[in-house]
Every structure is written in C-alpha cells, then in structure tokens.
C-alpha cells in the first residue's frame, strides 16, 4: 500500500473524531493538503485541492455527514479526479481496434505510429515491449523501430524484446540517424500492413538543446499519431517538472508513469495532467513483467484511495 493511502486512512481515523464546524473543517483541510504534499503532490496542485476543497464544504454543515471522515472524502474524491482528468480522455488501444477493423483501405495503408520519449532509464523501451506484447495478443501487427541508436546495448536490448514478444523489428547501426531507423520502420510497416508502429528513442533531458534538436527531427520525419512520455514514479515530483518540461518544447498526447510498484508514495501522478495542462496519463508501469502495464483509469485511482 502506498504511503499516501496510509496517510489518507489514518487521516480519516483521525477525523472521525473531529465535529463539523468551521474551525475543524479548516484544520482538517490543511491536514489534508500536508499529507498530499508529504506524499510527492506538487505544492500548486495541493493548494489548489485544499483551495476548492474549503470553498465546497464552507457553510456546509449537512446533516448528512456524522463527522469530516465522511464529508471531507466525499467532497475530495471530485476535486481531486477533476484534478488527474484530462479534457479528453483518450483509449489508445480502443482506437488500434478500431482501426484494425476499418475497413477502408486508405486508413490500412497508414500504420499508427507511436514515439516514446523520456529522460534516461524511465522505463520506455520496457514499456514498448509491455504495450508491443498487449497489442500482439490482440492480434495487432505491430512493428518496433529501434532508434535509440546512441546508448550501447539499445538495439540488442529492444531485439530481444522483440523476439519474446514475437513482433518485427526495424534496427540501426549505432551511431545512425535515429530518425531514418523509424522512417524504415514506417515503410516497411506499409509495405507489409502493419497496424502499428513503436518508435523507441534514446533517454534525454529537455534541457538539452542537441537531443531535443534531434528528437524534433524524429518527428518531423515519422509524424506519429501519439507522442507520449513515459516518467518514472520514483523521480516524485521530478517526474511533474520532467513532463512540464517536455511539454512544453513539444506536443504530447499521453503520458505513462512507469514503475508504480516500486513508489512508495504513490502522489506523483496526482500533479502531472494539471502541470502539462490536460496531458493524459495513459497507462501506469506496474512491474518488471509484459503484463504490469495497466490502463489508467482517474476515478479508479482516486477512489482506491479515498476508500
Ligand atoms: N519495477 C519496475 N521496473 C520497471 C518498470 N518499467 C521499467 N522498469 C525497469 O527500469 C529499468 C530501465 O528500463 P528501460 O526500459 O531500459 O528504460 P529506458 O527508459 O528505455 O532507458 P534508456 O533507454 O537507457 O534511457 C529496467 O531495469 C526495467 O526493468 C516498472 O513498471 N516497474
Ligand atoms: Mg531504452
């Protein structure tokens, strides 16, 4: 269990003591606010929750609620999923479906094309490989593009992914141009009707100027439908300011949070939609195994938490 659902039943106890009144409502609030802020919520979306969340109870001494344990997450519960909603919610793997049935040709002839982005070791080509093996067993073809011809060990890292997974793969030399491995990845994708393509990338920070250049390029050349960055659980807060960072030098469509399973605070992806302004977290990395990439669902989330 995660520490901020820790914190958020102990809190509960301790407010199921507290009468409702003014006076308690505003201390419960800032209680609350702390143990998100304790718990990897960045400090604008926690007062952002404490701000809204005082604003619906103010005045409201329902005869409904016997104590703030009742009141505070029923009221917290909406503010907070409003918070990780994005405007429109996307379901890539019901869009791949669709399309794989569509039956004109002119959609067939273009793969979907999906880039990963990210800082180093977040976990994106694992998470190819997960959503690679998701979309196999739906009987999508897939076809991986291993552009992260920098980092040493990439190309072989991805290929062996491949073969367990049982998906084609399009290499490059390292040191290659990482954008002509996914152009080659696209067209043999078309070439064979390949319902999808994966573009793995190397890891790079958005504050450097040459590997956003790059990356910039990577798209140009392969215009994916889907962008995403995956940001890894342990980075907390960094993990916010990374897709703050990249959100803001670039168009993102989705956002997957790796390594949930290993967090213990479980607060990061709480600030992340609200930084990037209504980026959506698709999918959370729940372990080491093709199978821990769950889809994400915000009312799911949040009400496990304030159970
Ligand atoms: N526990 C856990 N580990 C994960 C998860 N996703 C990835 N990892 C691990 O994180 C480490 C880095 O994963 P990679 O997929 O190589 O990360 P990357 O972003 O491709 O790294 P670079 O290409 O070097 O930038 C590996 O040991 C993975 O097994 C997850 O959801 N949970
Ligand atoms: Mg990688």
Do not use: C, W
């Not at 979306?45 to 009141?71: H, I």
């Not at 990338?201 to 798209?219: C, F, H, P, Q, Y």
């Amino acid at each position: 269990m995660s520490s901020l659902k820790k914190g958020v039943n102990g809190f509960l106890q301790k407010v199921s003591t507290y009468e409702i009144n003014e006076k308690n409502i505003k201390k419960a609030v800032k209680e609350f606010r702390d143990l998100l802020i304790s718990n990897d919520v960045s400090l604008e979306v926690a007062k952002q929750v404490s701000k809204e969340l005082t604003a619906k109870m103010k005045g409201k001494r329902a005869k409904r609620f016997s104590d703030l344990s009742k009141m505070i997450p029923e009221f917290a519960k909406l503010i907070l999923i409003n918070i990780i909603s994005p405007e429109t919610p996307i379901d890539v793997i019901k869009i791949i479906e669709k399309r794989k049935t569509a039956s004109s040709q002119d959609i067939k002839k273009k793969p979907l094309v999906f880039l990963f982005l990210g800082i180093n070791g977040t976990g994106k080509t694992t998470t190819i490989a997960k959503f690679a093996y998701i979309l196999k067993k739906k009987g999508i073809r897939v076809v991986l593009a291993a552009s992260d011809t920098f980092r040493s060990g990439a190309q072989e890292q991805l290929k062996i992914h491949a073969e367990k997974v049982g998906v084609k793969i399009i290499s490059g030399k390292y040191g290659s141009d990482s954008a002509a491995v996914a152009y080659d990845a696209i067209a043999h994708a078309k070439a064979k009707f390949a319902d999808v393509v994966i573009i793995d990338t190397s890891g790079r920070m958005a504050v450097n100027r040459d590997l956003m250049e790059e990356m910039k390029k990577i798209i140009r050349v392969s215009n994916p439908d889907y962008t995403i960055l995956v940001v890894d659980a342990l980075a907390g807060n960094d993990a916010t300011s990374q897709a703050k960072d990249f959100s803001k030098d670039i168009t993102l469509n989705g956002i997957i949070l790796s390594k949930m399973d290993a967090d213990a605070r479980g607060g990061a992806l709480i600030s992340i939609t609200y930084a990037t302004q209504g980026v959506p977290i698709l999918f959370l990395g729940t372990g080491q195994k093709y199978k821990d990439l769950e889809p994400f669902s915000p009312k799911e989330f949040i009400a496990n938490i304030l159970k």
